[in-house]
């Protein structure tokens, strides 16, 4: 028998977004969509090319559009808040849905399909390596604009072989990131499943770019790679974006855990919160001569005689993180493992998602303080050049004035936030040993609320000796 489609919706819940009057036009109309798509893809385009244009340090755009605009800055806001629309007005993502149509359409080869080749390999060595151990690379307009090329070709070429946007899943340097992270946010596309139960061909799942079925995204507790691009909702009305309380998926249970999730959360707090704590936190402070990873990279930069465009202290600060979060993480998670009698996957995989608010909820402190003195005016300078606006102006605050303080509140609650999942979570993996299961995993979210008192306490006792450069 053939089943009709589910056209029209009449009754949309109060909570789902797509119903809402403005917010709806704003997140599903398809010329909203393209408008945000063709200006992403205009910025990105006109960033590179400006770069390659004027390579000098004169050139204030480049640098602003990719390092202060997109990223960190409208990543870090959105992500705990509206969730993926990073994606959703991604230009590669954009221009990935095209061409993955005229392309070759190919299986990703099992090598390829691999999430951690994304994290590890684009994100962590190819950004915060170079990064911490060459600040000064990715500074240049010429350098951003050549990295940005590669991946955009790279991006192009894996869209043209590939089927399912192979590019986003594995290679993308915040693919995995963005899905994982948000999942602390208070949006969550779904379907009506009432609806659903008469449809036997889901024109939600067919019209996804991703192969993504999203009728099924309530009842696995995971929105998997979704990107919010609305293609499923422009093929069926069916489909829902709900305003739910913040991070909710956190608190249940999940059906398919991902050990990629769990690593984005782990890997990052390491290389991004704890790192930049040590190295352009403690490293800046009074006592950074007796901070481990400034008297080891010095000592290493002295032996082998590096110039100074090479940064050990960064690289030796970035090591010592991972080496400290994983030896925690590994450690306490072997005694759950015995506490809880199941084994360090599960532990990890069940309790791990409690880590996802510590970098990125966190994360906000550091970006809110660099919107008022650093982002601000570097984009509304780069962009004045670029578009010859004439108009020039000073940075919001100047670092160090005392009411940015008050950011600094969200390092404690992506701290207590995480706890208080792990306290939740810790009755799905051992409902009987609860309290015992906790307090071993609360381990990371613990030194990371130690790290967060020790670093204000010292800025306050021991205030910063160096000025910080922009990153
Ligand atoms: S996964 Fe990466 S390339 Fe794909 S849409 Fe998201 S940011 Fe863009
Ligand atoms: S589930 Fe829908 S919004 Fe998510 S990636 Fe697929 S088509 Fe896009």
């Known amino acids: 028998m053939q089943v009709a489609k589910v056209h029209f919706i009449a009754k949309r819940d109060k909570r789902d977004i797509l119903g809402m009057p403005l917010l709806g036009f704003l997140f599903k109309n398809r010329y909203m969509l393209l408008f945000y798509r063709l200006l992403t893809l205009f910025l990105l385009l006109y960033a590179i090319i400006y770069g390659f244009v004027n390579p000098t340090k004169e050139n204030v755009f480049t640098t602003a559009v990719f390092w202060s605009l997109f990223w960190p800055f409208f990543m870090v806001i959105s992500l705990p808040t509206l969730g993926n629309v990073f994606c959703m007005v991604c230009p590669h993502g954009f221009l990935g849905k095209h061409l993955t149509r005229i392309g070759l359409k190919l299986r990703p080869p099992k090598w390829l399909a691999n999430p951690y080749i994304g994290l590890i390999g684009s994100n962590i060595l190819a950004y915060w390596f170079v990064l911490y151990t060459f600040p000064s690379f990715l500074r240049s307009p010429l350098n951003t604009a050549l990295f940005f090329t590669f991946f955009t070709l790279l991006s192009a070429l894996l869209f043209l072989l590939f089927r399912g946007m192979a590019y986003c899943k594995y290679v993308c340097p915040i693919g995995s990131v963005n899905s994982a992270f948000s999942r602390t946010s208070f949006t969550w596309l779904s379907t009506y499943q009432e609806e659903c139960k008469t449809c036997k061909k889901p024109d939600c799942a067919l019209a996804c770019p991703y192969e993504l079925n999203p009728s099924k995204f309530d009842s696995r507790n995971s929105m998997f790679n979704c990107t919010l691009c609305m293609e499923c909702a422009h093929a069926c009305d069916a ?4 305003a739910k309380p913040w991070g909710s998926s956190l608190y249940k249970e999940i059906k398919q855990p991902k050990m990629i999730e769990v690593m984005v959360y782990i890997l990052l707090t390491a290389v991004i919160t704890f790192t930049m704590r040590f190295h352009h936190g403690l490293s800046r402070s009074g006592i950074s001569d007796f901070m481990p990873w400034v008297v080891v990279g010095k000592y290493l930069q002295s032996m082998f005689n590096l110039p100074k465009w090479i940064d050990m202290t960064g690289l030796v600060a970035m090591l010592m993180a991972l080496l400290l979060v994983l030896s925690v993480v590994y450690l306490s998670f072997k005694m759950v493992a015995v506490v809880s009698k199941r084994s360090l ?6 309790l791990g ?15 809110l303080e660099f919107f008022f003195t650093e982002y601000y005016h570097n984009i509304m300078n780069g962009f004045s050049q670029a578009f010859g606006l004439g108009i020039h102006v000073e940075a919001l605050a100047k670092r160090g004035e005392a009411w940015l303080h008050i950011f600094k509140v969200f390092p404690f609650i992506a701290g207590l936030w995480s706890l208080q999942i792990l306290w939740r979570r810790s009755a799905l993996l051992a409902e009987q040993r609860r309290v015992l299961v906790f307090a071993v995993a609360s381990s990371l979210p613990g030194l990371y609320l130690m790290l967060s008192i020790f670093a204000l306490w010292v800025m306050v006792s021991f205030p910063s000796v160096h000025t910080h450069g922009a990153h």
């Open 353 to 367: 998602y409690a880590f996802a608010p510590l970098m990125i909820v966190g994360g906000l402190s550091h970006v």
């Open 239 to 242: 489909v829902k974006l709900e």
């Open 345 to 350: 996957k599960d532990s990890l995989l069940v």
